[in-house]
């Protein structure tokens, strides 16, 4: 538990490649989160917000994001981020909820930083503008190999890939490559779980690491 101000909710976001079950994991804990007694709200990024899912259509389905410049979506992640952080997070912390986000922050450093090549400057710049004082309390990183994520999405029956999911395997290596680096840089606040193994022991290790930091 944090000691500071146990008014304030927590922030908690999960990272992770295309197929990596971040999305399966985040039910999880809100349903365990929720049998603690706990407020939970969960969210998304992009999204998260009329204006974000709107911002979310023109990142991830627009015909026209093919020809999109690594600069413009990096401001785009920004701008769907700060409207999430302003009407969804800020507000709910402030009332001692439980925030479960799919991606934050983090996501930009590794996909437009690390993948895209964008240099690191610019990149903290932009994200600490748009998040302001609000940085994930734990960061809980779903971790499986490139090649893994990437068949997981060719056999993904129900949707079309949205245009991350589309990339080669050298952009997914990147991507885990990039989320490894950040967790190894700041271990304090990053989980890192095996996301091969099967899907009820990702969810318990994931709880157990939780229940250390927060319940």
């Known amino acids: 538990m944090k000691d500071n101000d146990d008014t304030r909710g927590y922030l908690i976001s999960f990272e992770g490649s295309e197929g990596s079950g971040k999305t399966t994991q985040i039910s999880q804990m809100a349903s365990h989160f929720e049998s603690a007694g706990y407020d939970v709200v969960v969210t998304r990024e992009p999204g ?61 450093t590794v996909y437009q930083g690390v993948a895209r090549k964008i240099q690191s400057g610019p990149v903290h710049l932009i994200n600490t503008f748009a998040v302001g004082e609000v940085v994930p309390d734990v960061t809980v990183v779903i971790d499986i190999p490139a090649e893994v994520g990437f068949e997981r999405i060719r056999h993904r029956v129900n949707d079309l890939p949205d245009r991350m999911e589309a990339e080669n395997i050298e952009f997914y290596q990147k991507v885990r490559n990039g989320y490894l680096m950040l967790a190894k840089a700041m271990p304090e606040r990053f989980v890192v779980v095996d996301g091969e193994l099967s899907e009820k022991e990702v969810t318990s290790q994931i709880w157990k690491e939780l229940r250390k930091r927060v319940v």
């Open 48 to 108: 998260g917000t009329p204006i974000g899912e709107e911002i979310r259509r023109i990142l991830m389905h627009a015909t026209e994001s093919v020809n999109m410049f690594p600069e413009t979506e990096l401001l785009l992640f920004a701008a769907s981020r700060a409207q999430l952080v302003r009407e969804v997070i800020q507000p709910a912390l402030d009332e001692g909820k439980i925030v479960l986000c799919d991606r934050f922050m983090d996501s930009t």
